[in-house]
């Protein structure tokens, strides 16, 4: 068996030849000629650069040149020119566009385009560059380059100059390092992507000053290329501020956001990449090292020391909804302030200059005279921790271990209740509690602001149908103690629920168990 393989230009060779001996025929059929120049066909579609082209047509020996879109052949170029034909080799220079055949009689213009295969070659590429700056692409027939891709498909169609052999184009403001992707135009437009990678140009962090800083001051951020940077990103302050007092090629000069903590600062170009410092920015906060008297008598002077004090603008203390802001005296080493009436047993925690961020003691305040003592249990559920076999099965934010707000021991559990309306601090047991010598279960509440009058549901053992009430009584602990019976007298108790009943807000929960 014989096989016989063509190639693309054999292909639009012969389908040329085809129309020739077509238009031959036709001709021999017609019966006088109107003398003009007439343009019927041209081809190979899709031939390249410095293959031949034939353009057929009646009176074409009257053509003097041809125009094509960025060359021009005069006849004196022409391999082959007769009446009905002239051939040529298609110049480097040539693109697509419409052809323009010259003669004495005015110009004859092609109805469709002229379109060649054009093998587009990169030789080199510039190595680096600045968003903004040009980069020079080299090589060969870059003159049919229409589109450049860069990194994170930022495509430019748009370019300073092209020609033949070079393709300059802007760097985007938002490209990053990567290769470039080439796209063509001729009649099988290619994309490919380049071997060279362009490397983006980023700004980069040599100090930062003064280091620590406060908030709501200047911090001086040296370095090279920091016009580059459109946002400066302080740990923990979500919102990047993108904001400066100012900004030149060596230097950001930004104003410290009220929320910022000790961290890396990160700088994000216009691309969003980012770079970090190699040094964390310490932000200047008060410290605490110990609360005196400690417990203190009701509306007594507490004595705190520290560190940077005479940054705190307030002190809070548990159960007062405001901060005591006006001081017995104050400096850079020790508060003296009198403790509010009403205040209860907490930690305390200071407000800081033009921040919003707070300093909290380690050490929990405790007052004489406060509430007094509960019993110890003989069945623990919660003191400090879970007992007796009991876990957190909440599905209610929740914090086993707070010491922000305390009714006995050290710690005590933060509910937080979301806006979802029906959500549960859960203490199960899967073997349960035997209650036959128990008769009450007992727990203590604390509502925060925005709590006081809701109802708490005490769910026993899953019987969310016949939920225990309880009111909360806001800015004070209440204990509460439900006789058993009320709660359907489980044995065992597997799973007690302490659960919002439409409201959100925080409610503090501790000393739990069985009487």
């Given at each position: 068996?014989?096989?016989?393989?063509?190639?693309k230009t054999?292909?639009?060779?012969?389908?040329?030849?085809?129309?020739?001996?077509?238009?031959?025929?036709?001709?021999?059929?017609?019966t006088?000629?109107?003398?003009?120049?007439?343009?019927?066909?041209?081809?190979?579609?899709?031939a390249?650069?410095?293959?031949?082209?034939?353009?057929?047509?009646?009176?074409?020996?009257?053509?003097t040149?041809?125009?094509?879109?960025?060359?021009?052949?005069?006849?004196s170029?022409?391999?082959?020119?007769?009446?009905?034909?002239?051939?040529?080799?298609?110049?480097?220079?040539?693109?697509q566009?419409?052809?323009?055949?010259?003669?004495?009689?005015?110009?004859?213009?092609?109805?469709?385009?002229v379109?060649?295969?054009?093998?587009?070659?990169?030789t080199?590429?510039?190595?680096e560059?600045?968003p903004?700056?040009?980069?020079?692409?080299?090589?060969?027939?870059?003159?049919?380059?229409?589109?450049?891709?860069f990194?994170?498909?930022?495509?430019?169609t748009?370019?300073?100059?092209?020609?033949?052999?070079?393709?300059?184009?802007?760097?985007?403001?938002?490209?990053?390092?990567?290769t470039?992707?080439?796209?063509?135009?001729?009649?099988?437009?290619?994309?490919?992507?380049t071997?060279?990678?362009?490397?983006?140009?980023?700004?980069?962090?040599?100090?930062?000053?003064?280091?620590?800083?406060?908030?709501?001051?200047?911090?001086t951020?040296?370095?090279?290329?920091?016009?580059?940077?459109?946002?400066?990103?302080?740990?923990?302050v979500?919102?990047?501020?993108?904001?400066?007092?100012?900004q030149?090629?060596?230097?950001?000069?930004?104003?410290?956001?009220?929320?910022?903590g000790?961290?890396?600062?990160?700088?994000?170009?216009?691309?969003?990449?980012?770079?970090?410092s190699?040094?964390?920015?310490?932000?200047?906060?008060?410290?605490?090292?110990?609360?005196a008297?400690?417990?203190?008598?009701?509306?007594?002077e507490?004595?705190?020391t520290?560190?940077?004090?005479?940054l705190?603008?307030?002190?809070?203390?548990?159960?007062?909804t405001?901060?005591?802001?006006?001081?017995?005296?104050?400096?850079?080493?020790?508060?003296?302030?009198?403790?509010?009436?009403?205040a209860?047993?907490?930690?305390?925690?200071?407000?800081?200059?033009?921040?919003?961020?707070?300093?909290e003691?380690?050490q929990?305040?405790?007052?004489?005279?406060?509430?007094?003592?509960?019993?110890?249990?003989?069945?623990?559920?919660?003191?400090?921790?879970?007992?007796n076999?009991?876990?957190?099965?909440?599905?209610?934010?929740?914090?086993?271990?707070?010491?922000?707000?305390?009714?006995?021991?050290?710690?005590?559990?933060?509910?937080?209740?979301?806006s979802?309306?029906y959500?549960?601090?859960?203490?199960?047991?899967?073997?349960?509690?035997?209650?036959?010598?128990?008769?009450?279960?007992?727990?203590?509440?604390f509502?925060?602001?925005?709590?006081?009058?809701?109802?708490?549901n005490?769910?026993?053992?899953?019987?969310?149908g016949?939920?225990y009430?309880?009111?909360i009584?806001?800015?004070?602990?209440?204990?509460?103690s439900?006789?058993?019976?009320?709660?359907?007298s489980?044995?065992?108790?597997?799973?007690?629920?302490l659960?919002?009943?439409?409201?959100a807000?925080?409610v503090?929960?501790?000393?739990?168990?069985?009487?």
């Amino acid at each position: 068996m014989t096989r016989t393989i063509l190639n693309k230009t054999m292909l639009r060779l012969l389908c040329l030849f085809v129309a020739i001996a077509m238009i031959s025929s036709c001709k021999k059929d017609t019966t006088s000629n109107s003398g003009k120049v007439e343009l019927l066909s041209f081809g190979p579609t899709g031939a390249k650069h410095g293959d031949n082209i034939i353009f057929i047509g009646n009176n074409l020996d009257k053509v003097t040149e041809i125009d094509l879109a960025g060359a021009t052949i005069p006849a004196s170029a022409f391999t082959e020119h007769t009446a009905e034909k002239i051939v040529f080799v298609i110049p480097d220079a040539a693109v697509q566009g419409y052809a323009t055949l010259k003669t004495p009689d005015g110009d004859v213009v092609s109805k469709t385009k002229v379109n060649f295969e054009v093998p587009v070659t990169i030789t080199s590429i510039t190595s680096e560059a600045r968003p903004g700056e040009n980069i020079t692409i080299k090589g060969n027939f870059l003159n049919w380059v229409k589109v450049v891709t860069f990194s994170k498909d930022i495509a430019e169609t748009t370019f300073v100059s092209q020609s033949l052999n070079e393709l300059v184009i802007k760097v985007p403001a938002n490209a990053q390092t990567g290769t470039l992707f080439i796209t063509t135009s001729g009649t099988d437009p290619l994309t490919f992507e380049t071997d060279s990678v362009v490397k983006v140009t980023l700004p980069s962090i040599t100090a930062l000053s003064p280091n620590p800083v406060k908030h709501q001051t200047n911090l001086t951020i040296t370095g090279t290329n920091l016009d580059l940077a459109a946002a400066v990103i302080f740990n923990g302050v979500a919102t990047p501020v993108t904001v400066f007092e100012s900004q030149s090629a060596t230097q950001i000069v930004v104003k410290v956001p009220a929320g910022a903590g000790k961290g890396k600062l990160t700088l994000a170009a216009h691309s969003q990449v980012t770079v970090t410092s190699a040094d964390d920015l310490a932000v200047l906060l008060p410290a605490i090292t110990t609360i005196a008297p400690n417990p203190i008598a009701q509306e007594g002077e507490l004595t705190i020391t520290g560190t940077n004090l005479d940054l705190a603008t307030g002190v809070a203390f548990t159960g007062i909804t405001a901060p005591v802001t006006s001081f017995v005296s104050q400096s850079a080493t020790k508060i003296v302030v009198k403790a509010p009436a009403g205040a209860l047993k907490g930690k305390i925690t200071l407000n800081v200059l033009n921040s919003t961020l707070t300093i909290e003691s380690a050490q929990v305040l405790d007052f004489i005279g406060g509430l007094p003592p509960l019993a110890d249990f003989v069945y623990a559920i919660y003191t400090d921790a879970l007992q007796n076999g009991f876990q957190n099965w909440s599905w209610a934010g929740n914090d086993f271990s707070s010491t922000a707000i305390v009714r006995q021991g050290d710690k005590s559990i933060k509910a937080t209740y979301g806006s979802g309306g029906y959500e549960g601090i859960t203490f199960h047991n899967d073997a349960g509690a035997a209650t036959g010598t128990y008769s009450k279960l007992e727990f203590s509440l604390f509502g925060t602001p925005g709590t006081e009058g809701k109802t708490m549901n005490v769910v026993i053992n899953g019987g969310y149908g016949t939920a225990y009430p309880v009111t909360i009584v806001g800015g004070e602990w209440t204990t509460y103690s439900i006789n058993l019976s009320a709660l359907g007298s489980p044995n065992p108790l597997k799973e007690i629920v302490l659960q919002s009943a439409g409201f959100a807000g925080v409610v503090y929960i501790d000393h739990v168990g069985l009487r």
